[in-house]
């Protein structure tokens, strides 16, 4: 059974000035910084929580109405 590898720091180059974390690309990056500003590019009309794909939140809805539209 094969050893999954972590991703060492130096792969991480893009760190969140908010938090500790780092993220291996830049839109990584900025799809984090949503979870601190709130500014999601998709919002649930539902409940309010956001997404930064819309697949995501495609998904999400689901669980409210059962079927995709
Ligand atoms: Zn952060
Ligand atoms: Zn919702």
């Known amino acids: 059974m094969p ?3 972590l991703l ?8 969140c000035s ?3 974390k780092s993220f291996p690309t830049p ?3 900025k799809s984090h910084t949503y979870v601190h500003n709130g500014s ?3 919002k649930c009309h539902i409940c309010s929580r956001g997404f930064s794909k819309q697949t995501n939140l495609k998904n999400h ?9």
Do not use: Q, R, V
Request: charged share 25%; net charge positive; hydrophobic share 35%.
């Open 27 to 29: 839109g990584d990056l």
């Open 40 to 42: 999601w590019p998709f």
């Open 3 to 5: 050893i999954k590898k």
């Open 61 to 69: 809805l689901f669980l409210h109405t059962g079927k995709y539209n």
């Open 18 to 20: 908010l938090c500790s």
């Open 8 to 15: 060492a720091p130096a792969e991480k180059p893009h760190k």
